[in-house]
């Protein structure tokens, strides 16, 4: 199935470069990926008639159960066996020069990162407005998902599993005690220190809109230098 959807991508990217050209734009645009979806949160937090003032302790899980979701993925991709990037595999032909994405020989396909990150957000929008989050998770798929497919970043079973992960590990998250026990925790100091409250919101959003790229390269020189 995977192999039967990459050759039938491939095959139209091959006669609509227009098309094409767009999808690279999209994956190279954080600000049409994350950005949206973030900002979809940030609407969220001060419309009052979407969700009461109380009702923001499922934000602040949402927002800091992404970190677990992304630690998960990048942990199952190290463990489990390495996948190669269909880019990479010669069989499928692909129109573009292999040497523009030569750094994907490093990084094993499955599972996404996208598809675990983008649909644990939108689970934890789901849970806080149907609306949205029937928009996000489409908009998840279309947008920052079926390009990955469309260009041979990943194969649809990366997307599927990454998408199964984030949705499975966001609900957990917003399931157990202790994670609601956090969550008011942080509530309530984000209205005795606002100031502060609302950069490490700010720095958080960001970080999740470039899918953590700055954090982990500080963990990663930290990590090499150090231990």
């Known amino acids: 199935m995977d192999n039967l959807i990459i050759s039938m991508v491939n095959t139209i990217a091959s006669k609509t470069i227009f ?10 645009n954080e600000l049409v990926k994350g950005g949206v ?37 990048r942990c199952l991709a190290n463990v489990l066996p390495y996948r190669a990037r269909p880019i990479l595999n010669p069989e499928f032909a692909f129109t573009y020069q292999i ?16 598809a675990i990150l983008f649909f644990s957000l939108a689970t934890g929008i789901f849970s806080i407005s149907k609306k ?3 928009f ?20 649809f079973t990366d997307i599927f599993v990454g998408g199964v992960i984030g949705v499975l590990m966001m609900w957990l998250i917003l399931k157990v005690e202790p994670s609601k026990r ?15 409250f609302y950069a490490c919101f700010f720095i958080l959003s960001y ?3 470039t899918l953590f790229n700055e954090s982990r390269a500080l963990a990663s020189y930290v990590f090499k230098h150090i231990f």
């Open 19 to 28: 098309f094409t050209e767009i999808m690279f734009l999209i994956v190279h």
């Open 37 to 73: 979806i973030i900002a979809i949160l940030w609407y969220l937090w001060f419309n009052v008639k979407i969700i009461p003032s109380h009702g923001r302790g499922k934000i602040i899980t949402t927002l800091y159960g992404t970190i677990g979701a992304i630690i998960v993925g």
């Open 99 to 114: 040497d523009e994405f030569s750094w994907l020989n490093t990084l094993s396909s499955f599972p996404s990162d996208h």
């Open 132 to 134: 949205w989050g029937v």
């Open 136 to 155: 996000s998770f489409v908009y998840v798929f279309l947008i920052i998902c079926f390009p990955r497919i469309y260009l041979g970043f990943h194969y």
């Open 182 to 196: 956090l969550s008011r925790y942080i509530m309530k100091y984000s209205s005795i220190n606002p100031g502060l």
């Open 207 to 209: 970080q999740i809109v």
